[in-house]
């Protein structure tokens, strides 16, 4: 009887800690439970890192077979993020551009196993016209040389079809002869038929190891010619980048103080990092950020008596002028900046014109192969979607029902212009044209009319929403050259939430960014603080910021390099027309007559 008391007594004590044992862990459970709860949703498990923007949106891959080349969506190879650190913290990131870049030179080498088949080809073309060269002892590389560089045609060959595509190939040397080993020269090629009115651009295809492919679309029957010119060496747009845009330079601008009695100029700059002191500050947080415009304080009058903005033009030379004395030659023209030197390359083209199947114009379409092509010197053919040439009683069909709002610089003025020219439609159509803040430019603006871009859309009337299909046409370029690229790159998450916010107050609206255009680069200092690299790589941002919101993006830059007027900002309205007709095709692609 005692050994069933000892008996029945353990099993109690056991059933008892069991009980405590499942009180503890439902404690743990709990408390776990409260822990997450107070996390943010992307936290609540240490291996739950937040989705990468690269998961939602897959970049674009170009794959280039029978010479012909096709845009496929896919999840790039994104190894970087498998520390997971990149999910703590995005700051000072700058290096994976490094790393990115050596790993797509890789893929694009005779090295790499990932060759498609038309690098296959270009592998074995290289290995029969090039050899490694070993250097022992002292040697140079020096930039690349539009004297000494090489253009010549894929696989030699020189004859196409319309509706191909014309493959040249650039291989880069420096002034010594000596083959380059890399990338990241910025070319601007166009083949045309100055006899026939043709033109076309090239698109650059970079392997990041000295070579490249230019791809232009045969449009035409006959003789194509061919300029392809070095705008900026991979050496110039370091330069660019690291000494000019991550500089934020203290006198771009100039604020006017007044009381009404007594006015003071004093110098500002745009500041979105570093630190200041004892400073006059104009913030905009919905539009700016945590970029502040920051001014040296009036002697005799108060911050508060901040009145208006100019750009302080005259302060550019002396800062451009110690830029260029930095540069040591890196713009010199006819070595570094022309037009490549070659033997009157020329391609025939003959055979059956074809017209190709095009994707109705819409959000967000992927960079193509070709943008179009001028089938003579008043009329752009695009071709990365379906567009026309509109009447003007096609044009009010489509606007009928629309109200149109325009925002940006004097580019913009000047599409608004066009509209009215071109189509002579009611005035209640379009609304004003705005000017922005803190911009490139001589005109004076007042603090009171300062217009960002979240002040314009959150400005639009829900009653217009209500009744009409609002079309808002944006620019983000040229007055933003000389922000630095963090400040600009700010400005333009803020207006994308503008946008957001927009497109979800007013159903079926829908939102049209004109991209920039290559322009005049005339002298030095246009080259250094406005140049058509900063324009092409700000295009670049604008894409990747505006991704994934449903926004349009009117790509102009082919149109305006391959047409045989200069380059300038400004361009002739009949080149601007060409801009509306495709706004207008991408605003009614419905209406757009099939060809």
């Not at 970049?59 to 790039?76: G, Y």
């Not at 040591?328 to 022309?338: D, P, Q, T």
């Not at 009611?426 to 803040?437: G, I, M, Q, T």
């Not at 829908?510 to 322009?519: A, D, E, G, K, Q």
């Amino acid at each position: 009887m005692f050994s069933r008391s000892v008996a029945s007594l353990k099993s109690l004590k056991y059933k008892y800690c069991l009980a405590i044992l499942g009180v503890l862990v439902l404690f743990m459970l709990l408390k776990n439970e409260i822990l997450q709860s107070n996390l943010p949703k992307d936290r609540k498990t240490v291996y739950n890192y937040p989705e990468r923007y690269s998961d939602k949106h897959p970049l674009p891959r170009t794959e280039v077979r029978d010479n012909k080349m096709s845009d496929q969506t896919t999840v790039p190879r994104d190894n970087y993020d498998i520390s997971g650190f990149s999910a703590f913290s995005r700051f000072s990131l700058e290096w994976l551009g490094i790393v990115e870049e050596l790993e797509w030179a890789h893929e694009h080498s005779p090295m790499s196993a990932s060759w498609n088949d038309m690098h296959t080809h270009l592998k074995i073309y290289h290995s029969m016209n090039r050899t490694d060269e070993v250097w022992d002892g002292t040697g140079r590389m020096g930039m690349t040389c539009i004297q000494t560089t090489r253009i010549y045609f894929f696989g030699d060959k020189s004859t196409y079809k319309p509706g191909d595509y014309v493959h040249v190939v650039i291989e880069t040397y420096d002034d010594n002869g000596r083959r380059r080993q890399r990338g990241g020269d910025f070319f601007e090629p166009v083949m045309y038929n100055t006899k026939r009115q043709k033109s076309t651009a090239g698109r650059v295809l970079d392997y990041g190891n000295g070579t490249y492919s230019v791809y232009f679309y045969a449009a035409w029957k006959g003789t194509a010619r061919f300029n392809i010119t070095l705008a900026f060496t991979r050496e110039a747009i370091l330069f660019i980048n690291h000494d000019i845009l991550y500089r934020e330079v203290q006198g771009l601008w100039q604020a006017n103080f007044t009381d009404g009695r007594v006015s003071e100029l004093t110098n500002c700059s745009v500041v979105s990092e570093g630190t200041w002191t004892d400073k006059c500050e104009y913030t905009k947080p919905t539009s700016l950020g945590k970029t502040v415009f920051v001014c040296e304080k009036p002697k005799h009058l108060g911050c508060d008596d901040f009145f208006s903005i100019l750009h302080a033009i005259k302060n550019i030379e002396p800062i451009t002028k110690e830029m260029v004395n930095k540069s040591a030659g890196l713009f010199e023209r006819g070595k570094y900046f022309g037009e490549v030197v070659h033997d009157g390359l020329e391609a025939e083209i003959y055979g059956p014109m074809c017209q190709p199947q095009l994707q109705t114009c819409g959000p967000e379409i992927p960079v193509p192969l070709s943008d179009g092509y001028w089938s003579d010197n008043e009329t752009f053919i695009p071709i990365m979607c379906r567009s026309q040439q509109w009447s003007v009683e096609d044009a009010e069909i489509c606007l009928s029902d629309k109200k149109v709002y325009m925002s940006g610089g004097s580019t913009m003025r000047h599409v608004s212009q066009s509209f009215k020219e071109d189509f002579p439609l009611p005035d209640d159509y379009f609304a004003k044209h705005e000017f922005v803040a803190m911009r490139l430019g001589p005109f004076v603006q007042t603090v009171d009319v300062f217009v960002f871009e979240s002040d314009f859309l959150d400005g639009i009337p829900q009653n217009v929403c209500n009744h009409k299909t609002v079309v808002f046409i944006v620019n983000f370029s040229f007055h933003f050259v000389t922000w630095t690229t963090s400040a600009y790159l700010e400005r333009l998450f803020y207006a994308k939430l503008a946008i957001v916010r927009f497109l979800e107050r007013c159903k079926g609206s829908m939102v049209l960014i004109r991209l920039s255009n290559p322009r005049e680069n005339g002298s030095v200092a246009q080259r250094i603080h406005s140049s058509d690299w900063i324009l092409c790589d700000q295009n670049r941002m604008i894409r990747r910021v505006f991704a994934g919101t449903g926004v349009r993006f009117i790509d102009v830059w082919d149109m305006a390099l391959s047409h045989p007027h200069f380059n300038e900002v400004h361009m002739p309205m009949y080149i601007i027309k060409q801009q509306v007709e495709m706004m207008l095709s991408y605003m009614c692609p419905e209406m757009v007559k099939s060809k």
